[in-house]
């Protein structure tokens, strides 16, 4: 049977063990997927997405039902990924600012978004869409993922990565502009 990830939360808080079990098999493979893509690290992603799991354990009763648990699973994840950056000093704060050095907030039309699927199934070649994504800075490799592989909307990963939803519309519609233009440029 189907349970809802907040009808699991609820079943475990009232005792159900059982139910973070099928929380965690749902949501081990995405959170590593996640993770990896921040810190290119199988080991790193490993123990982080453990942490990950035990603070989820440890917080559950805090989790405002009101919201989305995914939203909430993935946050704790980059949260968690962050802090061990930083202990490992891997990555440098200023890769957490935009090209210019300033968040430039724009809208992104519906409509864009729905030419970027298009885009992104359009791409014939899967080997070129992933050289072409692994061109892009992470941070916006990581939304392209959220949106694209994990199904969030950009406001969810704007909660998730603790930004703003304009910057993140932003940053995707820049992105989907430059895979379009690369893709173009390829395929003349």
């Known amino acids: 049977m189907n349970y809802t990830d907040e009808q699991l939360v609820k079943d475990f808080l009232t005792g159900d063990e059982k139910s973070l079990e099928l929380l965690v098999n749902k949501y081990l493979k995405p959170l590593y997927n996640?993770?990896?893509?921040?810190?290119?690290?199988k080991e790193a992603s490993e123990d982080i997405v453990q942490d990950v799991f035990v603070k989820v354990w440890k917080n559950m009763?805090?989790?405002?039902?009101?919201k989305k648990f995914s939203t909430w699973i993935f946050?704790?994840?980059?949260?968690?990924?962050?802090?061990?950056?930083?202990k490992k000093k891997i990555i440098p704060f200023s890769a957490f600012a935009g090209e210019d050095g300033n968040n430039i907030l724009e809208c992104i039309e519906d409509e864009t978004i729905l030419r970027s699927q298009e885009l992104m199934q359009n791409m014939d070649n899967v080997k070129d869409v992933q050289k072409f994504v692994a061109s892009l800075p992470a941070k916006v490799q990581i939304i392209l993922s959220l949106y694209h592989d994990q199904g969030f909307s950009l406001k969810e990963?704007?909660?998730i990565l603790s930004s703003s939803p304009n910057t993140i519309k932003s940053?995707?519609?820049?992105?989907?502009?430059?895979?379009r233009k690369k893709y173009s440029a390829k395929k003349a």
Do not use: G, M, P, V
């Not at 996640?34 to 690290?41: E, I, M, P």
């Not at 009763?61 to 009101?66: E, L, R, V």
């Not at 946050?75 to 930083?86: E, H, P, Q, W």
């Open 157 to 159: 990963i704007a909660e």
């Open 75 to 86: 946050a704790i994840a980059k949260n968690t990924a962050y802090d061990f950056l930083k």
């Open 171 to 179: 940053k995707y519609r820049r992105a989907i502009l430059w895979l």
């Open 61 to 66: 009763s805090k989790f405002d039902t009101k």
């Open 34 to 41: 996640f993770t990896y893509q921040l810190t290119r690290n």
